[in-house]
């Protein structure tokens, strides 16, 4: 069985992801291969052979068709940081399922910036056979369901012809977080499907979340959340320490926006 860590940068993100690699190699005591998939940049080398990563690039994922559908159609209500426009190198998550990574059985997959508290094992102990594991994105929040995800109001015809494909049910159910997760690379979905369905439905109000979910979610139902809490009563993941009021970065074993780390 064989593992890889993956996480994924552009420039303007290179020292987070230094931030994220650093962490899983002290921290998260792993030993084995890291993958940087460099967005339309050439890495420091030397960061690279300190810490024995490895560079995979990829040819953009092509956007005219979505972001021309968005500029016709705006999105009803503005997300919170303009996503859709100032943030599409989210889109290159997708290349994460390219036959390139089956060279690995299973890919831990790590947002650039996010922070890895303890040992990797806490994840890596997981079932992750045919699965994708993700932590549940409503887990504290009992009114959240994946509508808030997509576009419900100036993409009629895309928002019918989506449920017509994956149900109206669909609107209504839990979906997972994906700034963290663990695949099966031997799982039936690829990249050029992933690809098709976002082009098909320009609906995505979170990016490449919404897309994720509708294959690996909805389609082929093989996302399994995270457990809340390691066998030691540990967090494995969240958010933000804020999600739990009064907790410290020392409890979790992984976390995307710590505010109590320095």
């Not at 943030?87 to 390219?98: A, G, N, S, V």
């Not at 996010?114 to 056979?129: A, H, T, V």
């Not at 509708?214 to 494995?236: A, C, E, I, M, Q």
Request: with cysteine; charged share 25%; hydrophobic share 40%.
């Amino acid at each position: 069985m064989s593992t890889a860590v993956v996480t994924l940068c552009d420039a303007g993100y290179f020292g987070k992801a230094q931030n994220t690699i650093r962490d899983v190699r002290t921290r998260g005591q792993w030993q084995g291969p890291i993958i940087l998939v460099a967005v339309e940049f050439v890495p420091d080398p030397e960061f690279l052979k300190e810490q024995n990563v490895q560079i995979a690039t990829f040819p953009r994922i092509p956007l005219e068709q979505l972001l021309d559908a968005y500029r016709k159609s705006p999105l009803s209500t503005a997300t919170h940081d303009g996503r859709e426009f100032k943030k599409t190198t989210q889109w290159e998550k997708l290349h994460l399922f390219d036959p390139f990574f089956k060279q690995w059985e299973r890919i831990v997959y790590v947002d650039a910036g996010l922070r890895i508290l303890d040992s990797l094992d806490n994840f890596l102990s997981l079932e992750w056979r045919g699965k994708l594991l993700a932590q549940d994105d409503t887990w504290n929040d009992s009114s959240k369901r994946f509508r808030g995800q997509l576009e419900m109001v100036n993409q009629p015809e895309a928002l019918k012809a989506y449920t017509d494909t994956y149900g109206l049910g669909v609107l209504d159910e839990i979906f997972f977080l994906n700034c963290i997760w663990i695949h099966d690379t031997s799982l039936s979905v690829v990249k050029e499907e992933l690809i098709d369905v976002m082009n098909t439905y320009p609906i995505w109000r979170t990016n490449e979340m919404g897309v994720m979910n509708t294959l690996f979610t909805f389609k082929y139902r093989v996302w399994t959340p995270f457990p809340l809490t390691t066998p030691s009563g540990k967090y494995l993941f969240d958010w933000c320490e804020l999600n739990r009021p009064g907790t410290h970065w020392t409890q979790y074993c992984a976390l995307k926006y710590p505010v109590t780390l320095r």
